[in-house]
T-cell receptor
Framework: ETGVTQTPRHLVMGMTNKKSLKCEQH?????MYWYKQSAKKPLELMFV???????ENNSVPSRFSPECPNSSHLFLHLHTLQPEDSALYLC??????????FGSGTRLTVV | DQQVKQNSPSLSVQEGRISILNCDYT??????FLWYKKYPAEGPTFLIS?????DKNEDGRFTVFLNKSAKHLSLHIVPSQPGDSAVYFC????????????FGTGTRLKVLA
């Protein structure tokens, strides 16, 4: 149990579908993050939330829509994705200082 | 432009020997560095960190060295064990208060029994 739980673990969706990824942390952290990991690329920061407020959007296309209803939950709403969006999506949380705790990720395949 | 670089995509080491994983960065404002380890189908897990006020931090078999003038850090694993086989990411952050880390592309370490 890492303290950061991501669901689902795997997701296959068509390009016209709408789906959501969920992240929940039980660590009392105030900052939450979405990262994308594609093959042979660095972990790419997508969004940062601090005390439920979005503090960073790293030029992410609007087909990815984050939502942070409270400091413990983070969602990533997906719609009209492209096959190149297939990747591992990682959620992380932080107490606002040194380092993250990551979830296990959602392996997304867009067909 | 990639601010954190891990130029070796893979490394193979014999069990019991030393593994050295390297990381270079370009942003002189980075002042805190982390190493993460990732197994397949799992999220990265924190391994060791170093602040820019130090040049070395040690935790059991793992030691991280920081050379600020060269903008270079390295992770040493001694002795290497088969269970160390994983992908290792270095990450860096600045003191801007945004609490965000920039990651390298990772190095896949394989420890041969």
């Amino acid at each position: 149990e890492t303290g950061v739980t991501q669901t689902p673990r795997h997701l296959v969706m068509g390009m016209t579908n709408k789906k959501s990824l969920k992240c929940e942390q039980h660590l009392g952290h105030n900052a939450m993050y979405w990262y994308k990991q594609s093959a042979k690329k660095p972990l790419e920061l997508m969004f940062v939330y601090n005390f439920k407020e979005q503090t960073e959007n790293n030029s992410v296309p609007s087909r990815f829509s984050p939502e942070c209803p409270n400091s413990s939950h983070l969602f990533l709403h997906l719609h009209t994705l492209q096959p190149e969006d297939s990747a591992l999506y990682l959620c992380a949380s932080s107490p606002g200082g040194n380092g993250y705790t990551f979830g296990s990720g959602t392996r997304l395949t867009v067909v | 432009d990639q601010q954190v670089k891990q130029n070796s995509p893979s490394l193979s080491v014999q069990e019991g020997r030393i593994s050295i994983l390297n990381c270079d960065y370009t942003n002189s404002m980075f002042d805190y560095f982390l190493w993460y380890k990732k197994y397949p189908a799992e999220g990265p897990t924190f391994l060791i960190s170093i602040s820019s006020i130090k040049d070395k931090n040690e935790d059991g078999r793992f030691t991280v060295f920081l050379n600020k003038s060269a903008k270079h850090l390295s992770l040493h694993i001694v002795p290497s064990q088969p269970g160390d086989s994983a992908v290792y990411f270095c990450a860096a952050s600045d003191a801007s208060g945004t609490y965000k880390y920039i990651f390298g592309t990772g190095t896949r370490l394989k420890v041969l029994a």
